[in-house]
């Protein structure tokens, strides 16, 4: 059955007002796993990082290995930040959050 957004809206609210399912939450996935390409480029005695997928995620470190752990980092913090950002423009709004898979090749 497919129905458009207006309808998909309108029982959103009914559900929310009557204290149905949409008042309840789901579990929360604690974590999950991605998959980034992570690029590195010595500079002098720095090596710089960032990940090719995510603007906002790059970094610097005296070693490839310690510019490795700092993009993992980054990339938690850039992650953490959206989430937080979003959260907080859809409190402003009335907003429908579901979860969407997307595989990219």
């Known amino acids: 059955m497919r129905v458009d957004y207006a309808t998909a809206l309108r029982w959103h609210r009914r559900l929310r007002n009557a204290g149905g399912p949409s008042v309840r939450r789901r579990p929360r996935i604690v974590a999950m796993e991605a998959h980034y390409t992570a690029v590195f480029q010595r500079d002098g005695e720095w090596w710089m990082a960032w990940a ?7 970094t610097q470190g005296s070693t490839i290995e310690e510019a490795r752990e700092n993009l993992r980092e980054a990339i938690q913090l850039v992650l953490e930040g959206n989430r937080e950002l979003a959260r907080r423009r859809a409190e402003q ?3 429908i959050r579901e979860d969407l898979v997307v595989t990219v090749e």
């Open 93 to 95: 709004a009335e907003v």
């Open 52 to 58: 090719e997928e995510l603007p906002g995620a790059n």
